[in-house]
């Protein structure tokens, strides 16, 4: 069974060690014995509390990192590497966040750099794309997926594209509270399972989860997973609550496809 992804970006929140273990304590109470089989949940905090959410996140939740350094190590003040975030349990890195594009200049060719060296380090890659305002009114989305994605799927064996997950994040979702419309997102994720499937093959792009992020909730999750055929969710700001964040596991463990949606393609 295709698994759905959960992940919760902690982004720059979460300012002390006091507050890292009010968040884990209840994130531990609310998924207590709660069924993961469909779902994979990640939360993905500050560097500085990696280590103690890895120690103290239940069993049914994995850990993820914000970003990586593409070099493995040496003289590279402030940066964080592979084998660092691999050797205190990290599992998923999210690579390429429009905000790190934004605040941190990182370019398409630092994403594919990233997305190189979480494989060699045997982490999963969470390649974030999409499209700013302006570009959807000119009808660029295509375009701008295309060349943000070409670099990171460039040079790898198909073993290595089965790793990483892709995130559709239009960046005039993130933060704002406005979400597309779901034939929006199902078009993007088209876009990105022909841009796969033409590099490796339609078996692996079957295999790479493709998720939604901007302004993800519980209540819109229809809206901007199930019926737009996304493989998950990344989630900002509602991460933040981790008592929601147990509520959306439950949710997408818990749902169940109609056999088929009426007018929707069976594409991705
Ligand atoms: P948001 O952030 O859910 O707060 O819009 C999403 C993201 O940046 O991934």
Not at 211 to 236: E, I, N, T, W
């Amino acid at each position: 069974m295709k698994k759905r992804y959960l992940i919760g970006n902690l982004k720059m929140n979460i300012l002390s060690v006091e507050d890292t273990e009010q968040y884990l304590s209840v994130f531990r109470r609310e998924m207590k014995g709660k069924k993961q089989e469909s779902t994979v949940t990640v939360i993905a905090p500050p560097f500085p509390y990696l280590e103690r959410f890895h120690k103290e996140l239940p069993e049914n939740a994995a850990l993820g990192a914000q970003d990586v350094f593409w070099e493995k190590e040496g003289s590279y003040t402030g940066e964080v590497s592979y084998p660092m975030l691999k050797d205190i349990g990290t599992e998923y890195v999210i690579v390429g966040h429009s905000e790190r594009r934004q605040y941190g200049r990182e370019t398409d060719e630092d994403v594919a750099r990233k997305v190189q060296a979480l494989l060699k380090g045997n982490l999963r890659p969470v390649i974030c794309t999409g499209e700013t305002e302006d570009e959807r009114r000119r009808g660029e989305t295509a375009a701008v997926l295309e060349a943000q994605l070409r670099g990171a799927l460039e040079d790898l064996s198909p073993m290595q594209a089965e790793k990483i997950l892709i995130a559709y994040e239009p960046r005039w979702a993130i933060g704002t509270d406005r979400t597309p419309e779901s034939e929006d997102i199902l078009e993007a994720k088209v876009i990105i399972y022909r841009m796969v499937a033409a590099a490796y093959g339609a078996a692996v792009a079957e295999r790479i989860p493709i998720l939604y992020g901007g302004s993800v909730k519980a209540s819109l999750l229809d809206r901007v997973c199930f019926s737009a055929q996304m493989d998950g969710v990344l989630v900002g700001r509602e991460s933040l609550f981790p008592y929601e964040v147990a509520k959306m596991a439950d949710i997408i463990e818990n749902y169940q496809a109609p056999e088929r949606r009426e007018g929707k393609p069976e594409e991705g």
